[in-house]
């Protein structure tokens, strides 16, 4: 499994004796060995001073995969790198499925699947498609 999300746990030295790289910069440089070249939100570059301090600087870091590099979207205090959850979720034209899978294992935690209630407008997608044409719910001018 390759999920789009993945949570790293890291304990930073703090700044102090001549060292005055910047709380960005040291987590960044952290992360570079894995993950490359990593992107910050603004929201969470105005979090990270004090949130190091806070966290004694132990962290665990979720960071997203997008088009082109990993981005952090969260910090949390401490090592929470075992409670990696992802819902997955199938739309299908009679049943609407979800599962709650950790994703560091890939183990299904549970699953619910309720009848797709667009059904009573078709049994078949076509069907529920052509439905507001054929009833006059789409008018022309």
């Known amino acids: 499994m390759k ?8 304990k930073i030295d703090p700044p102090g004796n001549g060292d005055i790289i910047g709380d960005k910069e040291r987590i960044l440089k952290a992360l ?9 939100s603004y929201d969470l570059l105005k979090t990270i001073y004090p949130f190091c301090r806070e966290s004694n600087w132990e962290m665990t870091i979720t960071l997203l995969k ?23 979720v199938d739309l299908g034209s ?9 994703l560091n294992t890939g183990q299904i935690i549970d699953q619910r699947s309720v009848l797709n209630h667009q059904i009573k407008y078709g049994d078949d997608i ?7 044409m054929e009833s006059g719910a789409f008018t022309r001018n």
């Not at 999920?3 to 890291?10: D, E, F, S």
């Not at 570079?32 to 910050?40: M, R």
Request: proline share 5%; charged share 25%; with cysteine.
């Open 94 to 102: 009679t049943m609407v499925a979800m599962e709650m899978v950790d």
């Open 3 to 10: 999920p789009l999300t993945r949570k790293k746990y890291l």
């Open 126 to 132: 076509l069907s529920r498609i052509f439905m507001p």
């Open 32 to 40: 570079q060995p894995e993950f490359g070249e990593v992107g910050f």
């Open 66 to 88: 997008n088009e082109k590099a990993w981005v952090i979207v969260r910090l949390e205090a401490g090592d929470c790198s075992d409670r990696h959850y992802g819902i997955a």
